[in-house]
């Protein structure tokens, strides 16, 4: 499931320790850039914490797993995050607009009056 959207928190690490050794969890808040956003908690464990470091107002683009757990009678639902594309900053949305690219023409106001169009 892939979710895009741009990081409004990043919560305290978490650590314990567990059969399997040591473990540590880094979660983190994306709030979605639909026409009625969505806020997401998502998770990053073990060694996927260094390798996407986060920062708040970056935009990502997260590959998650959804698990959800039975304990004592409850029912308990992660969004796991193993793949982050980031995207630039929520600001680079709003830049000044670039030089046009190869094969585009720019826009030339002074051609558009000897068309004959009539509007």
Known sequence: MELKGKVIQILPLTTGAGKKGQWKKQEFIV???????????LSL????????????????????DLESREYNGRWYTEARAWKLDKS??????????TAPSIGEEPFDASSSATDDLPF
Not at 52 to 60: C, I, P, Q
Not at 88 to 97: L, T
């Open 31 to 41: 709030e979605t850039q639909a026409q009625y956003p969505k806020k997401v908690c």
């Open 45 to 64: 464990w073990g060694e996927k914490i260094d390798q996407y470091t986060l920062a708040v107002g970056e935009m990502v683009n997260a590959s998650v």
């Open 88 to 97: 630039g900053s929520s600001e680079a949305q709003y830049a000044a607009p």
